[in-house]
Each structure stands twice: as structure tokens, then as C-alpha cells.
């Protein structure tokens, strides 16, 4: 192995995650030393400019990157894979900004500096997750993203309920990272390295030694402390109360980057490293952990979706919806298809589209009810038509109706099931879905069909109409025309170099 000093690399390609590491520490340091003079809300915009700057060199770097580049020893990997989830992060963290610009202004949030600055950490967290390639850079960024999540969803300090949700994610969240590394411990005893690519051989050689069980133990653990990020089961029932007692634009956050990044990690983790594992037979990831993770698909889409049917609490109902999405999303796993990426991808850029802009809906709502309860939506299309329209198409994504970015989201990773012949699992996703029109059209009945206490006009501030306005068109373009995006990731994002010849035929 070659070895490199410092000024030896080529430090461009890391230039997202310096921008946004320089923007968190110079903004703590404005806020600490000229925050009352220069106002919070300039704090906000600069953030916003610092997220957006970081998303025009991730395209840079789409352009340019025809390989993967590495640094340190390849703990950090550059390349297309990753760069897909950090647009991902990105556009979703400029969403949660976009919000958070109008949420604050409420001023249940006393320290507001740090609140913008701590969404950049969180988000440097993930992105340092998407582009790891070892155990250690691996844990550093999802440590980093749960630390600032942790403190962004207790924010709200004179609010109890916030504590008790940050309190709560707090233990739990330590839980999974405990059971994290205690899989990882395995991994790092059965193969003597922390390197995700050499992990792959050194497992194999672990498995046709005679060490099939440890192998197993080590997957389960991972498995199940990941599960905690995407907010599945076994792992999630954090969500309701967290998602509940944060700051809406944060539930946003969590709902999305911190879901994404949790994605991000198995993909480049449990795929990678397990799917070339063989007793001699058959291999395992594709036969063993795939059915482990299709039991857990499952088990989150019936949990999430009946759960949800019982919620009179948008936020808790939309959190149960996460659960049952996370489901959805662990299908294409099982065994994963040519084009898993692809779906993968689409099906996150179409649930960033609509949880955003549920949330803001949601938050609009919120703020004049002075509830969160469902009722708060009664009567709302007779006080602002164009919101609840909005919120309907929104609605109606999560649900899966055509012609929405959820439709063909939904329907790629089902056409995925059955073309790996998992009939039961396809039935599952078919019938979960069906369940959830019923929470999904309570909203809607409410919307419409439910006199509200005012007949009052509903004021929306001109910076979140526009928002919503934005969500609700694009998500039904893409639904209306899917292949723009799922053609541009195939062209720009294919991660098939990433993986190289360690893929099985069957996977490439």
C-alpha cells in the first residue's frame, strides 16, 4: 500500500464537508461574539448559503469523479454512491432551514444560534456516513449526526414534553449504539480489520472456516442497531414520542436525512461486507440476510401502518408512517435487484419532497389551532383551499395514488419483490398500503368534511405558501413524469464501479 502524506491528496473532492464544517464553526463563533448585534435570522441565511454552496461542489464532483478517490488508507471514499445520498442530505437540510426561518419566529426555541448550527453538524454527520469505507469513519459519522439530534430534538426547554423526547431518544438512542458496536466487535474479532471492502473477503474466509454462527450474531447486531437510524423494527419505538416533542422542522429532519443516512450506512455496510459470505453452499447475504431483513421489512410495515390507525397526534401518526415507509424501503434489499440504487434513491427523493411539505403544512396548521391533534385540520380547505389541496396531494403520495412521486416510488419497489419472487412480502406491502388510506383519508375527511371552529381565513406566511406550493407541483411532476429522475440517476449515479467484480453475477 502506497503511503501518502498530507499534502499528497487531492483535498477538492472533499470540499462539501470542509464547507460545511466551516460554516458550523464560524457561525458558532459569530453567534458567540456578535449574535445579539447581527440577529439570528442572519445566522439562518448564512447556513442556508453554506448548504447550498456544498451542493453545487457535490455536482462538481458528479461531473468530474469517473472513480472512486480515496483518503487515509480509504477510510473516506469518494464517489457516486455517495455523492447521490449528500444531495440527498443537502437538499433536505436546506428544507429544514427553509422552515426553521419561519418556526423560529415562535421563540420556543431561546437558543436559536445554536439550533442552525447544529443542523450543519448533523448534517456533516450524514455525509461523513455516505462516504465512509471503514468501521471507524463509519461510527465517528453517525455518532456525530445522533449527537446533534439528540440536542436538537430537547431544544425547547421549557417544553416537557420536548424533554421527556429528548430524554427518551437519548437512552434509546445509546441502546443502538451499543448493540452497533457490539456487532461491529464481531466483524472486527472474525476478520482482523475495519476496512468495509476487506471485511467482504476476510468474512467469506470466516464463514467457509467454520464461523457461519458468529457471522449470523455479527449481522443480527448491525442489523438491528441500524434499525434504530431508519426508525424499523425491531428498533422503533423512539419515533412517535421524539418525532412528537421536537421542533417541527427537526421531526422533518429526523424523518428524512437522518432516515437517508441510516440507508446510507447499511447499504454501504451490510451489503458490502456480507453479501460475499458463503458456507460453501449458498451465500448468505442473499440467502440468510435477506430473509432477516425482508422479516424486518415486514414486521415495520405492519407495525407502522395498524399503529398509525389509532393516532389522534399528526406528528405521532406521521411518525408510525416513517416506521411503515422504513419497511418499504428494506424490500428492495431482499435480495437486492440491478436496479435497487435507482429505486432506492427515487423513492427518498419523492418522500423528501412530501414530508417536507407535510410538515409545513403541519406546522402552519399547529401554530393557529394551538393543537396538534387532528382536529386542528377540521374545516381547513374552507379557510385556505390551496393549502389543503396541497396537503391532500401530499397525503395522497404517502399514500401511494397515482399520479404522485409515492406512486412510482412504491411501485418500483414492488415490481423489485416480484422479480425476486418474494410474493409474500409483495402481498404484505400491498395490503399495509391499503391500510394506511384509512389514517391517511382521516386528514382528508377532516379537511373537507368536518366544520371547523372558525370560518376565519387562515393566515400563511408568503415564504411557507410558496414552499408548500413548490412540494405539492414537484411531486406531482416527477410523479407524472418518474423517468426524468430515475434516468438521471442511472446516468450519474450508478454505483456498480463502487462495488467492482466483489458483486455476485445474479446482483450485477
Do not use: C
Not at 406531482?476 to 458483486?503: C, K
Amino acid at each position: 500500500m502506497d503511503v501518502k502524506d498530507i499534502f499528497s491528496y487531492n483535498w477538492s473532492y472533499l470540499l462539501p464537508e470542509f464547507i460545511i464544517l466551516g460554516f458550523a464553526t464560524v457561525l458558532s463563533l459569530l453567534d458567540l461574539f456578535a449574535g445579539k448585534r447581527l440577529g439570528k435570522q442572519v445566522i439562518g441565511w448564512l447556513s442556508l448559503v453554506g448548504v447550498v454552496l456544498a451542493a453545487v461542489f457535490v455536482f462538481v464532483n458528479v461531473n468530474i469523479l469517473d472513480k472512486p478517490y480515496s483518503y487515509m488508507a480509504d477510510m473516506i471514499r469518494i464517489d457516486n454512491y455517495g455523492n447521490a445520498f449528500k444531495l440527498l442530505f443537502l437538499a433536505g437540510t436546506a428544507f429544514a432551514l427553509l422552515l426553521s426561518l419561519s418556526y423560529l419566529k415562535q421563540r420556543e426555541v431561546e437558543h436559536t444560534g445554536e439550533y442552525y448550527y447544529l443542523l450543519l453538524t448533523g448534517l456533516l454527520g450524514a455525509m461523513v456516513m455516505a462516504s465512509s469505507a471503514d468501521l471507524i469513519t463509519l461510527f465517528v459519522g453517525l455518532e456525530l449526526l445522533s449527537l446533534s439530534s439528540y440536542v436538537l430534538v430537547g431544544l425547547r426547554k421549557k417544553s416537557l414534553q420536548s424533554n421527556e423526547s429528548a430524554f427518551k431518544y437519548v437512552v434509546s438512542g445509546s441502546i443502538a449504539t451499543a448493540i452497533t458496536l457490539f456487532g461491529m466487535s464481531y466483524v472486527y474479532g472474525l476478520t482482523g480489520t475495519t476496512h468495509v471492502y476487506e471485511i467482504s473477503t476476510k468474512l467469506a474466509e470466516a464463514g467457509m472456516a467454520g464461523y457461519q454462527f458468529l457471522v449470523y450474531i455479527s449481522f443480527a447486531f448491525l442489523a438491528v442497531g441500524l434499525a434504530f437510524k431508519i426508525s424499523a423494527a425491531p428498533n422503533h419505538m423512539w419515533a412517535p414520542d421524539v418525532y412528537q416533542g421536537a421542533p417541527t422542522p427537526v421531526t422533518a429532519f429526523l424523518a428524512v436525512v437522518s432516515k437517508a443516512a441510516g440507508f446510507a450506512l447499511m447499504f454501504r455496510l451490510l451489503l458490502i461486507s456480507f453479501f460475499n459470505v458463503t458456507d460453501g453452499s449458498s451465500r448468505f447475504f442473499f440467502d440468510h440476510g435477506s430473509l432477516y431483513l425482508g422479516l424486518m421489512a415486514a414486521a415495520s410495515m405492519i407495525i407502522g401502518n395498524t399503529m398509525a390507525l389509532r393516532q389522534t397526534n399528526v406528528k405521532r401518526m406521521m411518525a408510525y408512517s416513517g416506521i411503515a415507509q422504513a419497511g418499504y424501503l428494506l424490500v428492495p434489499f431482499v435480495p437486492p435487484t440491478t436496479l435497487f440504487f435507482s429505486e432506492v434513491i427515487f423513492y427518498l427523493f419523492g418522500y423528501l419532497l412530501v414530508s417536507f411539505g407535510a410538515f409545513a403544512v403541519i406546522m402552519v396548521v399547529s401554530r393557529e389551532q394551538g393543537t396538534e391533534d387532528l382536529k386542528g385540520f377540521a374545516g381547513l380547505y374552507h379557510r385556505s383551499p390551496s393549502l389543503a389541496i396541497a396537503m391532500s396531494i401530499f397525503l395522497l403520495s404517502l399514500a401511494g395514488i397515482p399520479i404522485t412521486a409515492g406512486f412510482f416510488g412504491k411501485f418500483y419497489l414492488f415490481m423489485s419483490a416480484l422479480a425476486q419472487e418474494n410474493y409474500w412480502l409483495s402481498a404484505i406491502m400491498i395490503i399495509t398500503s391499503v391500510v394506511s388510506y384509512y389514517y391517511y383519508f382521516g386528514i382528508i375527511r377532516q379537511m373537507y368534511m368536518r366544520p371547523g371552529s372558525s370560518e376565519a381565513a387562515l393566515y400563511v406566511p408568503k415564504g411557507i405558501w410558496t414552499f408548500v406550493l413548490v412540494m405539492a407541483v414537484a411531486t406531482v411532476f416527477f410523479g407524472a413524469f418518474p423517468g426524468l429522475v430515475t434516468d438521471y440517476i442511472q446516468a450519474h449515479f450508478n454505483p456498480s464501479f463502487d462495488f467492482g467484480n466483489m458483486l455476485p453475477p445474479s446482483f450485477r
